[in-house]
């Protein structure tokens, strides 16, 4: 997934603590928490919307192929 190390995480805190000053980190952190938050739900909302669709055409392929199945069978009743 993402290669980081220990080192590479403690030098972006202590640059994000230079550039955001310390009395606004904890203001900050709920932000990234929020955007965090938001961007899980957006992200579960569009899997499941997904599994939806793939069901939905699942079922239909399902039952296009019945309905081929029958109709056929109604062909070979015929001949």
Known sequence: MIDIS?????????????????????????????WFRYLKNLSTSLTT????????????ESQEKQQSMEADGKEQRHD
């Open 6 to 34: 220990f080192w590479e995480i403690l030098v972006i805190i202590i640059v994000a603590l230079v550039i955001i000053k310390p009395e606004n980190v904890p203001k900050v952190a709920c932000n990234i928490g929020r």
């Open 49 to 60: 919307a997904v599994n939806k669709q793939i069901q939905i055409e699942a079922e239909r």
